[in-house]
């Protein structure tokens, strides 16, 4: 059985992402700036070997997404596309923001990133959740029960 594990998101942890062939977002995030990263990652281990990582953000107020979304997902001229998402968002409070979910090509396909949904679930029972969905993975965020806000790619539980 696989269990999550809360690691400190230091320099240690930005170089293994760093050094990994596979996850969608190691890359990203083994280059960014410290201060753009929370303090914790989760990783998904399995016989003491890490198959997976996800980075999860809790925001009281939903301007504080919005500004993160600006920043980091939408492009200044199509910002008019997701007006469903600021409709969504912007009088949401303590809600919880799914930014990376990984598992790593060779551990795909076991079940990781749903029990990693389910251990959110379990651990967030009472928070909404926003993914930022990517069109290869809108089939798996379905699955876990997350819907589509409005005509975006964001995707909401709960």
């Not at 320099?11 to 914790?40: I, N």
């Not at 009281?60 to 998402?85: S, V």
């Amino acid at each position: 059985m696989p269990s999550i594990i809360t690691k400190p998101f230091d320099k240690e942890m930005q170089s293994l992402l760093g050094e990994l062939s596979s996850g969608y977002h190691a890359g990203e995030l083994s280059r960014k700036d410290p201060s753009e990263l929370p303090e914790v990652i989760y990783t998904i281990e399995h016989n003491d070997e890490m198959v997976g990582y996800g980075v999860v953000r809790e925001y009281a107020q939903g301007n504080q997404l919005i500004q993160k979304a600006e920043k980091d997902y939408f492009h200044p001229d199509e910002r008019y596309l997701e007006k469903d998402f600021y409709i969504d968002i912007k009088n949401e409070t303590n809600f919880i923001f799914i930014e990376a979910l990984d598992v790593l090509k060779e551990h795909e396909g076991n079940g990781y990133a749903a029990y990693f949904v389910n251990w959110l679930k379990a651990k967030y029972p009472d928070k909404k959740m926003y993914v930022y969905s990517l069109d290869k993975s809108q089939n798996f965020w379905y699955k876990q029960q997350f819907e589509v806000v409005g005509s975006t790619v964001w995707m909401t539980y709960n």
